[in-house]
């Protein structure tokens, strides 16, 4: 394997969570638990987590363009997406959850239903945990669903899971990206 390949591989397997799973599972709820160390301290990991137009996947949006999205982190805020109208419409807009408590630096907790749960007559909490590890920040989310749906539990939360589990990846990898030290600049003669 050359050293760019090795490198790569490496760079891939840091950034993935260190653990990510459907924790617990009944007829009308699941539990999602992602979690991760992230060498970044947790300002960083913060600054990364509340601009989601940097991290989350535009496949997983209304509009098919992350930069759509953004985090209002105060209590009442929303994590939210702007749907562009044609000429003459007023702009549409998705709240994807809303913001119920952030200790910035620390927690950021939100609760609603994601993607295809939006439909269903659902509550859902996700908190988003940071805590400094030495020279890292260590990461967690739990998204609990519980509530009255039409999607079976069974089919349903492995795709949430995987969904969520691409997007906190993301996450952890553009958080640690962020901390990697500026490249000099070349020297000009």
């Known amino acids: 394997m050359r050293p760019v390949t090795v490198l790569l591989a490496i760079a891939c397997l840091a950034s993935a969570p260190a653990r990510a799973e459907v924790i617990e599972q009944s007829e009308t709820s699941f539990v999602i638990h992602f979690e991760s160390d ?23 949006t209304y509009s098919g363009d992350a930069s759509n999205l953004f985090i209002d982190s105060q209590a009442t805020g929303c994590f939210c997406e ?7 419409q007023r702009m549409g807009s998705v709240e994807h959850a809303r913001v119920i408590a952030v200790l910035p630096g620390r927690m950021l907790r939100m609760t609603g239903a994601i993607g295809p749960l939006q439909s269903e007559a659902v509550t859902a909490t996700l908190t988003i945990a940071l805590k400094s590890s030495g020279d890292s920040t260590h990461l967690s989310w739990n998204y609990v669903i519980g509530g009255a749906m039409r999607l079976k539990v069974a089919d349903v939360a492995p795709q ?11 996450l952890v990898a553009k958080a640690g990206a962020a901390a990697l030290p500026a490249e000099e600049p070349t020297p000009r003669n």
Do not use: C, M, R
């Open 160 to 170: 949430v899971d995987k969904v969520l589990g691409e997007q906190f990846a993301g």
């Open 82 to 88: 702007k749907i562009p109208a044609p000429e003459g």
């Open 38 to 60: 992230v060498a970044a301290t947790p300002t960083q990991v913060w600054n990364t987590l509340v601009a989601p137009q940097g991290w989350w996947s535009k496949d997983h």
